[in-house]
Nanobody
Framework: QVQLVESGGGLVQPGGSLRLSCAAS????????VGWYRQAPGKQRELVAR???????NYADSVKGRFTISKGNAKNTVYLQMNSLKPEDTAVYYC?????????????WGQGTQVTVSS
């Protein structure tokens, strides 16, 4: 089992920055991919960025060049650095983990953290 806890959300003005953290516990050695998702009111959840255990990263077109996903030195934390934030980035952000041996679905999710971009 894997447990995930997000932190770092908040209210920021357009053009500002935030760094989200996703702390994992439990059988973290089994995690092969961590993804950051977001869901805005009335919209479908979308994958924002993901990072594999090998360090490969992918980003949604809407955040390329503005967001960076990375792993912390402690290896149980994944960060999402968000720069040049726009009002359309407003959403609840979730981290999710994919575990070896459990298929291709993200089976483990955090509780989410609210990001609001507004002046």
């Amino acid at each position: 089992q894997v447990q995930l806890v997000e932190s770092g959300g908040g209210l920021v003005q357009p053009g500002g920055s935030l760094r989200l953290s996703c702390a994992a516990s439990g059988t973290i050695f089994s995690i092969n991919t961590v993804g950051w998702y977001r869901q805005a009111p009335g919209k479908q959840r979308e994958l924002v960025a993901r990072i594999t255990s090998g360090g490969s990263t992918n980003y949604a077109d809407s955040v390329k060049g503005r967001f960076t996903i990375s792993k912390g030195n402690a290896k149980n934390t994944v960060y999402l650095q968000m720069n040049s934030l726009k009002p359309e980035d407003t959403a609840v952000y979730y981290c999710a983990a994919r575990v070896t041996g459990e298929g291709t679905q993200y089976n483990y999710w955090g509780q989410g953290t609210q990001v609001t971009v507004s002046s």
